[in-house]
Structure formats: C-alpha cells, structure tokens
C-alpha cells in the first residue's frame, strides 16, 4: 500500500511538472497595453495606436475605446517603434520600445495639442450675363 502511494505520489509530481513546463512554453510573448489622454488627462477615445516591428516591418494596430484604452496581445519579443495619433494631437513616436518575453507593459501615452489646420478653396467665375 504504501509503495502504490508513493508511485502515486511520483506520478503526480512529475505531472504537474509537465504541466508547468508546458504553461512556460507558450508564453513566448508579451502583452502591451495603456491609456491614451491629452494633457490634461482626459481619455482621447477613437486614437490609433500603431506598433511596428523594427525587424520584420510587421504592424499592428489598435484604435482606443471610449475610455482611451489600448492593448496589444500575443507580441513577439524584439524592438518596436510605436505611434499615437489622434486629430487635433500632434503625433506620438516612441521610436524605439523594447519588449521582452513574458513581459506585461503599461505605457500611457499623452498626446500634445496640435496645429488645427483649415482649408478654404475659394474659386472665381464670371458672372453671368454681365452687360458692359
């Protein structure tokens, strides 16, 4: 009896072993997540978040919700170059972001009032039927 309950035991151990070194495995990748605000700290709702792979070229991109909210999951580790842009901000570039495996990064991003831009096309005809 207790050489079935020590087997037993054994077994059990060296499953949950397997086990974690499988859950280890597949965490090959990071997550990264934030809130986009203005300067004053309110949520910039519909911003776009864009992460680009510096080595493959390969990008990913998030529009936040309505609370500022961005998250990007299953990330590959390496270097990326992130971008924030949202109309009425200036464009956030954080050009070199490094991200590691396992790792859970919180970045909040705080976009910068920018130039707000208007074009009027003003076109002339002649009038019609102008008597001189």
Do not use: W
Not at 68 to 92: D, M, N, R, S
Not at 97 to 121: C, F, R, S, W, Y
Request: charged letters at 20%; hydrophobic letters at 45%; a negative charge.
């Amino acid at each position: 009896m207790q050489r079935s309950y020590v087997r037993l035991l054994s077994l059990l151990t060296l499953t949950l072993l397997a086990l974690g070194a499988i859950v280890n495995a597949q965490t090959a990748t990071a997550r990264l997540k934030g809130v986009v605000s203005d300067a004053g700290g309110n949520a910039v709702p519909g911003a776009v978040v864009t992460l680009t792979n510096a080595a493959t070229n390969l990008k990913k991109t998030f529009t936040t919700d309505e609370g500022g909210h961005f998250t990007f999951t299953f990330v590959e580790p390496g270097f990326y170059a992130l971008e924030a842009q949202a109309g009425g901000f200036k464009i956030h570039r954080q050009p070199r972001l490094q991200i590691e495996v396992g790792q859970a990064v919180d970045l909040d991003i705080k976009l910068e009032p920018g130039d707000v831009e208007e074009t009027v096309n003003i076109v002339a005809t002649e009038p019609a039927g102008l008597d001189t």
